[in-house]
């Protein structure tokens, strides 16, 4: 860590315990300790943002609970040591494989290379790292990028302006991100809020080791200081209210300090080559669209503010979707690729105009598709991946798309 965390003040007398420790402020608790952490969090519900809210004189270490974080303060947890990357330019247009046009010159007229006598392709060039690491995921080689949201995306990344992809299930919000993450050897921290995370599986808590009281850190210290890393709150808009206190002041781009209360106090700065990006069916100001009531949260204004950029994802175009099922299953006929894409295609324009009470994403497209090379029919294969979880209305109608699609090829 770099220099010291700042500490609680000394317990001021009316919170003096006996042997050293400190009392609970909470009015008629009686609980004296070393650290209050665990107690006001398990006993009064209270994070210690909150109890520190309410009782702003009141410590949170005693004198020796205060030593024996400066004691460990280099040696606990397990944050890794921080390694110096080598940084490298991408191409867009060859990374991305992105037609960004061709250069012009001040009247408007292309720019021909003298070394093709053709017009010259536009490029733009965009910062990553020269080597992978562990954290850094796959490429995936059928993956087909959207020009545009890929483009904001990048400028978003370059200036590291905290970001929001918004869409509907199955429309890539976290595919672009891992896949640019990929392409440009960024490490990803995908954090998945399922309504189970806590604030101590984000930051860290106390624990016994041995005989001794230790500060384990938890997965966003980690990744704070780990240089190239894009941190992704995956389904954002399904976090707690008391946890989603813990990104307020990370998601300020001017600070992005992440503070630790349990230590002290501590501040991590945000690595200067770290990026912050969210996901969510939802903007965070509910569900309009009546598919994603259960499981999200309406959130708090002045964290959605917080983000600079927002994304909303779409499903790819017809063609661009048909490039994307083609590199993935090159044994399916064009003819074939047609048909599955037209359906679903149908399918989404029924969701659209009322006929049809769900859509069908990409992932139930390639789902589809790659059991219909084991099975070898299209309709059966389309029973067992979503038609036997449609209601019986939607069934009919989507059989009956299927059928006009795959006869008319």
């Known amino acids: 860590m770099n220099g010291k965390a700042k500490l609680a003040e000394a317990p001021a007398d009316q919170y003096a315990g006996t042997g050293g420790k400190i009392r609970c402020a909470v009015q008629g608790c009686k609980y004296e300790g070393h650290i209050l952490v665990g107690h006001v969090r398990e006993e009064h519900g209270l994070d210690p943002e909150n109890y520190a809210r309410v009782?702003?004189?009141?410590?949170?270490?005693?004198?020796?609970?205060?030593?024996?974080y400066e004691k460990r303060q280099v040696t606990t947890g397990s944050q890794p040591k921080v390694p110096v990357r080598k940084k490298k330019m991408f191409s867009v247009r060859e990374t991305f494989g992105i037609d960004l046009g061709f250069e012009t010159d001040d009247n408007g007229k292309p720019v021909i290379d003298p070394a093709t006598g053709k017009p010259?392709?536009?490029?733009?060039?965009?910062?990553?790292?020269?080597?992978?690491?562990?954290?850094?995921?796959?490429?995936?080689?059928?993956?087909?990028f959207s020009s545009e949201e890929t483009l904001i995306f990048?400028?978003?990344?370059?200036?590291?302006?905290?970001?929001?992809?918004?869409?509907?299930?199955?429309t890539g919000k976290s595919s672009l991100v891992k896949q640019i993450a990929a392409r440009l050897n960024y490490g990803l921290c995908r954090i998945?809020?399922?309504?189970?995370?806590t604030r101590s599986d984000l930051v860290g808590e106390w624990i016994i080791k041995g005989k001794e009281m230790v500060f384990q850190y938890g997965v966003l210290p980690i990744a704070w200081k780990m240089p190239g890393v894009i941190i992704l709150f995956d389904e954002w808009d399904s976090i707690?209210?008391?946890?989603?206190?813990?990104?307020?002041?990370?998601?300020?781009k001017d600070d992005g300090h992440l503070l630790i209360l349990e230590t002290g106090g501590e501040l991590i700065p945000l690595h200067e080559d770290n990026f912050i990006v969210a996901t969510g069916?939802?903007?965070?100001?509910?569900?309009?669209?009546?598919?994603?009531?259960?499981?999200t949260r309406i959130q708090n204004y002045s964290q959605i503010?917080?983000?600079?950029i927002t994304i909303k994802m779409n499903y790819l175009p017809p063609d661009k979707e048909k490039e994307m099922l083609g590199k993935k299953f090159p044994s399916l006929e064009p003819a074939e690729v047609d048909a599955f894409v037209t359906t679903v295609n149908k399918v989404r324009d029924g969701f659209s105009n009322g006929q049809i009470s769900v859509p069908l994403s990409p992932r139930d497209l390639i789902q589809w598709a790659q059991v219909y090379l084991k099975l070898g029919d299209p309709m059966k294969a389309a029973r067992y991946c979503f038609l036997n979880r449609m209601s019986t209305e939607d069934a009919q109608v989507t059989e009956g798309l299927i059928q006009r699609s795959f006869e008319e090829q």
């Open 281 to 295: 069916n939802t903007v965070g100001q509910g569900d309009e669209s009546g598919l994603y009531s259960q499981g």
């Open 154 to 170: 990048l400028m978003a990344l370059a200036g590291k302006d905290r970001t929001l992809l918004t869409g509907g299930t199955g």
């Open 192 to 197: 998945n809020f399922d309504g189970q995370v």
């Open 240 to 252: 707690k209210e008391d946890t989603a206190f813990v990104l307020q002041r990370p998601l300020e």
């Open 55 to 68: 009782h702003p004189n009141a410590p949170i270490f005693s004198e020796k609970g205060r030593a024996e």
């Open 305 to 308: 503010n917080r983000f600079g």
């Open 120 to 144: 010259k392709p536009k490029d733009r060039p965009i910062q990553g790292f020269a080597e992978p690491t562990d954290w850094t995921p796959k490429i995936d080689e059928s993956y087909v």
